[in-house]
C-alpha cells in the first residue's frame, strides 16, 4: 500500500514538472515571436518565371444577362398546382 502510494507520489511529481517546463517553453517562444524582424521578401531564383496569376485566373466579361427561369419542375396536375381557396381546404 505504501509502495502504491509513492509511485502515485512521483507520478504526480514528474506531471508537474513537465507540465511547468512546457509553459517556460512556450513563454520562450512566444518572446521569440514578439522580437522576430520583418525580412525581405523571398527573390525568384535566376531561370524561373514568376506566376501570371492575372491571365490564369482571368473572369471573363459578361455584356448582358439572360433571364431565368427559375419555375420549379413540378409534373402535377393543374388543379393541385392552383391557388386553393382557403375555406375548400379540408
Known amino acids: 500500500m505504501n509502495i502504491r502510494q509513492s509511485h502515485i507520489s512521483l507520478a504526480i511529481l514528474v506531471l508537474v514538472a513537465l507540465s511547468s517546463q512546457g509553459c517556460s517553453v512556450a513563454e520562450e517562444k512566444r518572446l521569440l515571436y514578439r522580437q522576430s524582424e520583418i525580412i525581405a521578401p523571398l527573390k525568384i531564383p535566376a531561370g524561373m ?10 473572369v471573363p466579361q459578361v455584356e448582358a444577362l ?3 427561369d427559375i419555375t420549379p419542375p413540378v409534373n402535377l396536375p393543374d388543379d393541385l398546382l392552383a391557388p386553393q381557396d382557403p375555406d375548400q381546404v379540408k
Open 49 to 58: 518565371q514568376q506566376p501570371r496569376g492575372q491571365e490564369v485566373f482571368a
Open 66 to 68: 439572360e433571364a431565368l
